[in-house]
T-cell receptor
Framework: AQKITQTQPGMFVQEKEAVTLDCTYDTSDPSYGLFWYKQPSSGEMIFLIY??????QNATEGRYSLNFQKARKSANLVISASQLGDSAMYFCAMRGQLRQGAQKLVFGQGTRLTINP | GAVVSQHPSRVICKSGTSVKIECRSLDFQATTMFWYRQFPKQSLMLMAT?????????EQGVEKDKFLINHASLTLSTLTVTSAHPEDSSFYIC??????????FGPGTRLLVL
């Protein structure tokens, strides 16, 4: 079974500082995908970044980067130069091996990030 | 990124009535859509996987007769909450899987059953 663990229920960071949101996972699939989503108070889930298990390099998307450490089974999200608008819930998710039909995402419990001015 | 819409965004209904929620992928075709439920301050819980032209696959513990899912086209999936009761009040959110395997989410529907 697949499992995602986010150990930080809440984080408070000063504006313009970098922040790392932790995510560890467990799976027996040799091939999988890892995602990060942002959920502001409006409720929508906003896709931020994706990392494939066979990707050689860590994924980056603008201010977002994913610190992928396969041996440790961790996929931490790093937000550089945080902004007030980054305040939201952040969810880490994993998708299993596609050819087995395991398309569904398994979500962590989320981390509530608050950026202080 | 890809756009997924959901309608209605908010609905209040009386106990015993049925509510239909639509999920549309606006700029891509989605052979697979997913329906989630989210309680306040909790994570998303997958309810079912909706495949175009076939029956939905429900997660364990989700009543298929209670939550009817129809995926009639490559851009539309509907979730009908039948005979809704107050305990069905929740935030329902759909997602559509793109060709790049990323799931894009709709804005969600807040259901309140009185």
């Amino acid at each position: 079974a697949q499992k995602i663990t986010q150990t930080q229920p809440g984080m408070f960071v000063q504006e313009k500082e970098a922040v790392t949101l932790d995510c560890t996972y467990d799976t027996s699939d040799p091939s999988y995908g890892l995602f990060w989503y942002k959920q502001p108070s409006s409720g929508e889930m906003i896709f931020l970044i994706y990392q494939g298990s066979y990707d050689q390099q860590n994924a980056t998307e603008g201010r977002y980067s994913l610190n992928f450490q396969k041996a440790r089974k961790s996929a931490n999200l790093v937000i550089s130069a945080s902004q007030l608008g980054d305040s939201a819930m952040y969810f880490c998710a994993m998708r299993g091996q596609l050819r087995q039909g395991a398309q569904k995402l398994v979500f962590g419990q989320g981390t509530r990030l608050t950026i202080n001015p | 990124g890809a756009v997924v819409s959901q309608h209605p965004s908010r609905v209040i209904c009386k106990s015993g009535t049925s509510v239909k929620i639509e999920c549309r992928s606006l700029d891509f075709q989605a052979t697979t859509m997913f329906w989630y439920r989210q309680f306040p301050k909790q994570s998303l819980m997958l309810m079912a996987t909706s495949n175009e032209g076939s029956k939905a696959t429900y997660e364990q513990g989700v009543e298929k007769d209670k939550f009817l899912i129809n995926h009639a086209s490559l851009t539309l999936s509907t979730l009908t909450v039948t005979s809704a009761h107050p305990e069905d009040s929740s935030f329902y959110i759909c997602s559509a899987r793109s060709m790049r395997e990323t799931q894009y989410f709709g804005p969600g529907t807040r259901l309140l059953v009185l």
